[in-house]
Nanobody
Framework: EVQLVESGGGSVQVGGSLRLSCAAS?????VGWFRQAPGKEREGVAT???????TYTASVKGRFTISRDKADTTLYLQMNNLKPEDSAMYFC????????????????WGQGTQVTVSS
């Protein structure tokens, strides 16, 4: 079973930055970040596959950057210029597929890390 452990969440003010990390027990073809705010559905934020092809949701393009280390066992999400609407629980996710932007693609989930952006 694949284990995913997130870290790096916290509270920041509008315009601030945070870097999320996710340690995976083994590399997978596709990994990414999802988020869920209270009362809202979980949504894909950014994903990256083993060919380094990235996908971002429109609201974070130009502000967030997803990356992974050379061993493909640590995933990062650099979040800059944070906005209140970015506040959510962020989940690391992994899949044995080349694309994993939809929840139905995901085979493995982390426990989540909270991000709160205050104005």
């Amino acid at each position: 079973e694949v284990q995913l452990v997130e870290s790096g969440g916290g509270s920041v003010q509008v315009g601030g930055s945070l870097r999320l990390s996710c340690a995976a027990s083994s590399p997978r073809l596709c990994v990414g970040w999802f988020r869920q705010a209270p009362g809202k559905e979980r949504e894909g934020v950014a994903t990256i596959n083993s060919r380094s092809i990235t996908t971002y949701t429109a609201s974070v393009k130009g502000r967030f950057t997803i990356s992974r280390d050379k061993a493909d066992t640590t995933l990062y999400l650099q979040m800059n210029n944070l906005k209140p609407e970015d506040s959510a629980m962020y989940f690391c996710a992994a899949a044995d597929k080349w694309s994993c932007f939809k929840q139905t693609d995901i085979g493995y989930w982390g426990q989540g890390t909270q991000v709160t952006v205050s104005s």
